[in-house]
């Protein structure tokens, strides 16, 4: 999106939080806070908030824009209003007038739709071509260390405590962005940054207190958007993290629910069963499906109702917003499984409708293709359930993937790729050897660098789109401890102090320094390797505990052969002649020694191999 002007920015701050006030009446915010002329859908609900405001009757003075209901709600202090634009309406200032019982004017609100940024509808999202970089953003870099500790929000900073907040920010990440970009990483995918305001373990980011607002411990709301522009204009796309399974106990409405079915379980903290299952189980029993969809994550995270009508628009349009305010690539959604189906296909279906090249990950984390594939677009299901989403991250090749690592076979590998027919697109996965949730991977293979290296070029070379957890070009590690806190550990060198620098390198011990060249090496290479953008996968049955595939198109192919022997093994060319032309020659992406291709090859022990075919 193109910078506000100064002179709008402003304004729309002010909106936020200087309202003209006549009588008693106060409204204290509108959501969405502003909106954009030219969307696709021309339909917009505002939630208005303020107290005992009920009775007001609003009016709209704006050309090509109708207020069409007015819908009051048991809570006396809200308002909800269903706005119409037309497609020709223009950008503009909108005045809303509250009207009370004597038909006086309570309040008047300036409500501001903005231009919206050209080519918006038709960005495109992150795609086969990228590479994703994921960051916790409180263990990354502290660029602001006033920020870390602020007056009204519960939780301070404390980066002694494992859980705590340790003060990382948007900043470092806008720091560290030419870091990014130079290993080769092409999209950024961040955990939330959305208010979390709680009185413990509010650094995740999962726990949101205001869809609208950044936390300010991390920054502000532009400060978000201004990363998502230097980002793009370095070539990283920004992917963000969303959450309409849950909020944070302490958010703002939790005081003044709007309905008394705004969230489930009738307001009550019921742990959900976490058996997602139940969703395609053909003898499930109606009260276990209840119990994962209704129930509670934790007593600190209040399970939302989407089947609530107002509510659903809420988030949908929470969404949008984000989207055409931070110019974003992707949308990763976290518990895809776990909200309402239904309304996660009228979600998916509301955000594609707007932005038809965009992408969006679900997360359902289950080692189980089968039940992972339900959920993907394209997908014919035994119960007649249509979904919209175009990707999943795909947790059974990670799992299979450390299997193989720690068997010393890469059956388990092979065996679960041969799945893909359970999917309508695989190569629209996100495959990924660890994130924020689980053990690092490094720490998961035993700290074997020779298994790390022959993961990391799998990951980077299968079909999908490849996600590495930041510190992973480092070896970050979480070895015997399986605490989250842990496992997002501080980027070294992201804090004033730190003895070692994961940037520079100063400090890193070889290994590490290797291992950061090594991931570099086939990053960089990856982003002109067509064939791994848009190809197909052939792959072989492994033999003598070697892993071989190729990744094609009509003009370029790859052959990648991963040994996980202890001994060199050598392979019978013509066995591949399926996909290997006669007599071809080829370069090895990491030794960078040239190889014709007849006869044999020697794959070295415990060594990947990646030959970019000429």
């Known amino acids: 999106m193109k910078p506000f002007t100064t002179s709008i920015a402003l304004l729309c701050l002010s909106l936020l939080f200087v309202i003209p006030v006549f009588g008693q009446e106060k409204i204290d915010r509108i959501e969405p806070p502003f909106w954009w002329a030219g969307m696709k859908n021309t339909n917009l609900q505002l939630l208005v908030h303020g107290e005992n405001i009920a009775h007001l009757r609003p ?9 069409e209901r007015v819908i009051k709600v048991k809570s006396p202090n809200y308002l909800f209003l269903d706005l119409k634009m037309d497609p020709t309406m223009e950008p503009g200032t909108c005045n809303i007038v509250f009207l009370n019982t004597n038909q006086e004017v309570a309040v008047s609100y300036n409500y501001e739709f903005l231009t919206r940024e050209k080519g918006s509808a038709t960005r495109e999202g992150f795609n086969n071509s990228d590479v994703l970089y994921l960051i916790t953003p409180d263990r990354f870099v502290n660029a602001d260390p006033s920020n870390d500790s602020l007056e009204g929000l519960k939780e301070k900073s404390n980066r002694a405590f494992k859980g705590g907040r340790h003060g990382g920010d948007i900043a470092g990440i806008e720091k560290s962005l ?11 995918w961040v955990n939330p940054v959305l208010e979390n305001d709680q009185e413990e373990y509010s650094y995740h980011g999962y726990s949101t207190t205001d869809f ?27 992917i963000m993290d969303m959450i309409v399974n849950h909020c944070g106990s302490g958010h703002w409405w939790m005081e003044d629910l709007p309905t008394e079915d705004w969230l489930n379980s009738t307001g009550e903290y019921v742990q959900t069963n976490h058996k997602k299952s139940v969703i395609q189980d053909p003898y499930g029993a109606k009260i276990d499906r209840q119990i994962f969809v209704d129930g509670w994550f934790v007593s600190t995270m209040p399970d939302l109702n989407q089947r609530n009508d107002l509510l659903a628009t809420y988030l949908t349009q929470n969404s949008i917003w984000w989207i055409e305010y931070a110019d974003l ?23 594609m409708h707007e932005y038809p090249d965009f992408n969006v990950v679900g997360e359902e984390w289950n080692g189980n293709p089968a039940i992972v594939s339900y ?128 940037f520079s390198g100063e400090g890193l011990t070889p290994q590490q320094k290797a291992a950061k060249d090594f991931l570099k090496n086939i990053l960089l290479w990856r982003k002109g390797a067509k064939a791994l953008h848009d190809g197909k996968l052939l792959h072989y049955v492994p033999e003598h505990d070697t892993y071989v595939y190729f990744r094609y198109n009509d003009s370029h192919k790859v052959m990648v052969a991963l040994n996980m022997g202890t001994k060199p093994a050598t392979l019978k060319l013509d066995r591949f002649s399926e996909a290997l032309p006669a007599q ?28 970019d075919l000429d």
Do not use: C
Request: proline residues 6%; aromatic residues 12%.
């Open 329 to 351: 690539a992707g949308i990763r959604m976290d518990t895809y499984p776990y909200p309402d189906m239904d309304y996660m296909t009228e979600w998916t279906e509301a955000v």
């Open 59 to 67: 009016k709209v003075q704006y050309k090509g824009l109708s207020l």
């Open 584 to 611: 071809a020659t080829g370069k090895d992406v990491i030794s960078g020694k040239v190889y014709k291709l007849s006869g044999d090859l020697t794959v070295p022990a415990m060594t990947p191999m990646i030959i």
């Open 178 to 188: 030419d870091y990014i970009a130079d290993l080769g990483f092409t999209a950024i």
């Open 212 to 238: 609208y607002k950044v936390d300010p411990r991390f920054g502000t709301n532009e400060d978000y958007r201004d990363l998502s522009r230097k980002a793009k204009e370095k070539g990283v796309k920004f």
């Open 375 to 502: 959920w993907q677009r394209g997908k014919q299901n035994p119960n007649g359930y249509t979904s919209e989403l175009k990707s999943l991250m795909d947790f059974p090749v990670q799992e299979n993937l450390v299997k193989a690592l720690n068997v010393g076979s890469w059956n388990p590998v092979y065996e679960m790729l041969a799945n893909d027919f359970l999917y309508p697109d695989p190569d629209n996965l996100v495959v990924f050897p660890d994130n924020h949730d689980m053990n690092r991977f490094y720490a998961a293979i035993g700290e074997d660098y020779a298994k790390f290296k022959l993961g990391l070029a799998m990951i980077l070379t299968t079909r999908g789109i490849p996600q590495i957890y930041y510190g992973t070009e480092i070896l970050m590690s979480n070895p015997g401890n399986g605490d989250h806190g842990i496992i997002r550990s501080d980027f070294p060198g992201g804090w004033a102090g730190d003895q070692v620098d994961g």
